[in-house]
């Protein structure tokens, strides 16, 4: 069976999707900014030296207050008479060259409005252009501020700011048309400083069109025309008025392909650094890209992603912000999901004495900029998930490890390999099946020999509280009495061609169609799908894994759908193709809501995603490669997207090609282990690398790799609560918490954990050593043992790194909760006593949190949620001695306070404390319970007053307070006296 599976996939790579079968990333496969000629004119500096726009009417205010929740005005261009001669590149006198009537609209309607909290919106459009656009389903209701705005127009500027904050405003420039973010007084962003303002006019599009109309027509007349379904070439004079669009080569012209462009900038004056606009392999702060190739956010299936190549990976979240010393840091967001090109210009001298400017150039649909405050990075972020929706808050099951590969070949090789895990100890949560699983790649559907008995495979699984995921590619096969394609075909449920018909391309199972997500209607219809009586043999600890959805067509330019196919609305692809995904994901996440009557949280992985995607799922960087460089690059990958507000993503522990050698294996692990989506997933053709294959002593650390986890697991679920009330990621780069050390700005070979765990990844070969930078001026302990590893910072350290061993390091002044008892699962976990890590600050004190919920419902929405808060506070009467306090912890932003009811329910005992950083031996330590329905006298508070035995070891300077009879729950006092 496994050679069967090898040459069918050998088969469609080799017949199906030439573009697939290099042994390597293939660069020709995807297009470049200047062979996407709209890129290529608008990056020119034409539309720069011509894009001059004034304020030309105000729409009308109250003459008193001047206050108003919106504010529209009409821009009027200088230029708008004047001719462009557009060249072919290669030859200025060439025939194909014409020139551009009204190359610039005579007049664009522009509107600012405000978002929560101090988020400004500019839209800019043609006239009466009031199309809608599926772009609206990313933002949140709530976003929008009912704060007034306050203007006052003045001769040279508009002054626009909120009644409640009048630190953060706008100032619109009339003549040249600039708008400036300030925020104290101070400039941290100014949209179209540079001019490169540009929306393509109708009358280009209209004289587009009729070129390529003609064009086409000729064509038609003297060649003979093809059979149904298959491509034709251009002609040449098509072939010219098509390079002129920036439409896809190499595919059947149509007239809806063409024109809309659109351009703006967007300048950081105080800038040293911008990020953001993944998914891409590169470093974490952008680089420069003047006289390179620009960043491309194009949503694609890229075979063996190359790294350090600025083309877009499987996601896009076109969302980006600054960072400088002794600045504010500022964003900016395009909610425009068409190809797009940023060029980031960090030239010397550019903008003296320093600043970045960027330059953002959609392929089609309208412009619309959101210039978001901070002043720091966190609130840039914090502000910008206000604007896009707080992240989901994942199952507790699904941080923990899971199992995948492609494929587990049937039910024996499944439940083979999940009692390896228990015969050699090792916890696992999920059991992944790919595409192999069903059917004839026919989704929803399970492949009859090797998985006759699904039900009796998932009950296996949930006996030990495990779960399982199999996959549902968008591409539905074309097979007559396979009931989703029958469905979807009756029901014009599928993607359309240009021509109104059913869109058919090739892909896993052979001829497909896609799903339309973008219709309200196929979204319903695709979540009954998911219900148990239409699902065969599908259970409720069966989640799911949505894969290909960039989308991915195999025989189709650039791996994906034509740009003419029409979508729900009227839309062509062209114009919302990076939103694919996302929808896919939202139908997706609306199917486990249906089918469990709402009551149970979704877990679906996607690879392909939008802004706003964190609402609905999970996400992993596709389809790595077992080397050095890419287990080195993970991290800035995973810190890359978490920055765009998508806090749950992860990468294929091991690398999804080739075979990682068992040292490679080993770090991956040891990495892996920390990345918020934890997951091992190889390709069909690599050899089996259960860990349990390459040996006792790798065994042995790749467990404890995986332990490790499980043992953090109420840390990472207690940040997953946070980063779904706040949007702060899980997996952050230092400065994040470091803003004010500029040496860490493009720090990517550490990152933090939260704000407590640092953790320094061994990424080379027989790596000895490494060096390890411990930012702030506070102390850091070695989290293996607690020993102090320094007391005052930032200071570098060269640290041994065995391969046994992973530098990671705690923050002196915080306290982790653990749970260090190994189970099978995290379900089986579930009511285990809990360890507090204390490591103290220089001051003696510390403070943590700890969130608990069912980790799996709604219920915490009901308020069926618990958050302590402990916090550690020295007496400076005396060195040494410190209280460890247990109290009732701040839910802010959670959408409910907690019940007290269910504070009730929680057994979960204290198994441990764990205290580094005391200097001496205490000589007593006590414990005192406090009543929680007493009020604040001495005498009632005290429920129950323990004097608690103690290790101390003076060497680590390490306190170990074992087995105080308390609950998690509960607010205690431990007295710790010198």
């Given amino acids: 069976k496994a050679l069967i599976y090898t040459l069918t996939t050998f088969l469609l790579f080799l017949f199906i999707s030439p573009a697939l079968t290099t042994t390597g990333f293939d660069p020709k496969v995807f297009k470049k900014c200047h062979e996407n000629d709209f890129c290529q004119n608008l990056r020119s500096g034409h539309v720069q030296s011509q894009s001059k726009y004034a304020m030309d009417t105000l729409s009308d205010f109250d003459t008193q207050t001047k206050r108003r929740e919106i504010l529209t005005f009409r821009l009027k261009s200088e230029n708008a008479n004047d001719k462009w001669q557009l060249s072919d590149s290669e030859n200025d006198a060439s025939a194909d060259s014409f020139q551009y009537p009204n190359f610039l609209y005579d007049t664009l309607d522009v509107t600012v409005s405000l978002y929560y909290p101090n988020t400004f919106r500019i839209q800019i459009k043609e006239g009466e252009n009031t199309h809608k656009s599926p772009v609206e389903h990313v933002l949140v209701a709530q976003a929008l501020n009912k704060d007034e705005l306050k203007w006052r127009n003045e001769k040279e500027h508009i002054e626009v700011h909120t009644l409640s904050d009048p630190n953060t405003k706008v100032l619109i420039h009339k003549n040249p048309f600039k708008v400036e973010l300030l925020q104290n007084g101070e400039v941290s962003a100014v949209f179209n400083k540079d001019a490169f303002l540009y929306v393509d006019s109708s009358e280009v599009k209209k004289e587009l069109q009729a070129r390529v109309q003609e064009a086409d027509k000729q064509q038609q007349q003297s060649e003979q025309q093809p059979g149904e379904g298959e491509s034709q070439s251009p002609s040449p004079a098509a072939s010219a008025a098509l390079e002129k669009t920036g439409a896809f080569k190499h595919t059947t012209i149509h007239s809806t392909e063409i024109g809309g462009a659109s351009s703006f900038d967007v300048f950081f004056p105080h800038a040293q650094h911008v990020y953001g606009i993944p998914e891409r392999a590169t470093d974490l702060s952008l680089k420069s890209t003047i006289g390179k190739e620009p960043y491309r956010l194009f949503n694609a299936d890229v075979f063996r992603f190359e790294l350090d190549n600025p083309m877009g990976l499987y996601g896009s979240i076109p969302f980006m912000f600054s960072l400088g010393k002794s600045a504010a840091s500022a964003g900016v967001f395009a909610l425009n999901p068409s190809n797009t090109f940023i060029d980031v210009d960090k030239s010397e001298g550019n903008h003296a004495p320093r600043g970045i400017s960027t330059h953002w150039m959609h392929e089609a649909g309208l412009l619309d900029v959101f210039l978001i405050p901070g002043p720091t990075p966190k609130q840039v972020l914090q502000n910008y998930i206000q604007l896009t929706g707080k992240p989901m808050l994942p199952q507790l099951f699904s941080m923990a490890y899971h199992q995948c590969r492609w494929n587990y070949k049937d039910e024996q090789d499944v439940e083979q390999v999940d009692d390896k895990f228990d015969e050699h100890n090792i916890p696992y949560d999920v059991m992944w099946l790919d595409i192999e699983h069903t059917d004839g790649k026919k989704y929803f559907t399970w492949e009859k020999h090797d998985f006759p008995t699904p039900l009796k495979m998932q ?247 995986i332990i490790r986890r499980y043992i953090l697991l109420p840390y990472y679920y207690t940040l997953a609560f946070q980063a779904s009330t706040t949007g702060l990621p899980i997996i952050r780069p230092l400065f994040m918490e470091y803003t004010n050390d500029d040496t860490v700005y493009e720090e990517q070979n550490q990152f933090l954990i939260g704000t407590d765990l640092m953790v320094v990844p061994v990424a080379e070969k027989e790596q000895k050593s490494a060096s390890v930078y411990f930012p702030g001026k506070g102390s850091w302990y070695e989290w293996s043992d607690g020993s102090l590893v320094t007391k005052t910072g930032p200071v570098t350290h060269t640290v041994s790194t065995p391969l046994e061993y992973i530098p990671v390091y705690q923050r002196g002044g915080s306290i982790i909760p653990v749970k260090e008892r190994v189970r099978r699962s995290s379900t089986q976990m579930r009511n285990d006593p809990f360890t507090l890590r204390i490591a103290l600050s220089n001051k003696n004190d510390a403070t943590g949190e700890l969130y608990i919920d069912d980790g799996h419902s709604y219920k915490f929405r009901d308020g069926r949620f618990l958050v302590r808060q402990f916090r550690v506070t020295p007496d400076g009467s005396k060195s040494g001695k410190f209280t460890i306090a247990n109290q009732e912890g701040n839910a802010s932003g959670a959408e409910v306070n907690p019940d007290p009811s269910y504070r009730q329910t929680i057994q979960n005992e204290v198994e441990r404390i764990v205290v580094s950083g005391v200097s001496r031996k205490p000589s007593k330590i006590s414990l005192e319970k406090i009543d929680e329905n007493a009020t604040q006298s001495t005498e009632s508070r005290i429920d129950l007053l323990v004097v608690l035995n103690f290790d101390y070891d003076a060497e680590k300077q390490k306190l170990i307070i074992r087995k105080p009879p308390v609950l998690i729950r509960d607010d205690w006092e431990i007295h710790v006296e010198a």
């Fill in 459 to 705: 009950e296996q699984m949930k006996a030990k509280g495990r779960k399982m995921v199999t996959i549902t590619d968008p591409h539905i096969k074309r097979e007559s009495g396979y009931h989703v394609h029958d469905e979807a075909e009756s029901k014009g449920y599928y993607v359309k061609d240009r021509n109104g018909k059913s869109f058919e391309g090739d892909c896993w199972p052979g001829k497909s169609s896609w799903l339309d997500f973008f219709s309200p209607e196929v979204r319903d219809w695709y979540a009954s799908l998911f219900k148990f009586d239409r699902y065969t043999g599908s259970t409720d600890i069966l989640y799911n894994w949505i894969d290909m959805n960039e989308p991915s067509v195999f025989n189709s330019p650039e791996i994906t759908m034509p740009p003419d196919n029409l979508h729900h609305g009227g839309k062509t692809h062209r114009e919302v193709h990076n939103m694919y995904g996302y929808f896919h994901g939202v139908a997706a996440h609306q199917g486990h809501l249906v089918r469990s009557n709402n009551k149970d949280r979704p877990f679906i992985l996607t690879r392909s995603f939008f802004a706003g995607s964190q609402r609905y799922v999970a996400a992993w960087t596709g389809d790595n490669t077992a080397t050095w460089d890419h287990l080195r690059k993970t991290p800035a990958m995973l810190m890359g997207v978490s920055l765009g507000g998508f806090p749950f993503i992860g990468s294929d522990v091991g690398g999804f090609f080739d075979n990682p050698d068992t040292e490679m294996l080993i770090r991956w692990y040891q990495s892996g282990a920390f990345y918020p989506f934890f997951r091992a997933h190889a390709h069909i053709e690599t050899k089996r690398r259960e860990v349990w294959l390459f040996g006792e002593n790798p065994l042995a650390l790749m467990r404890e790799a």
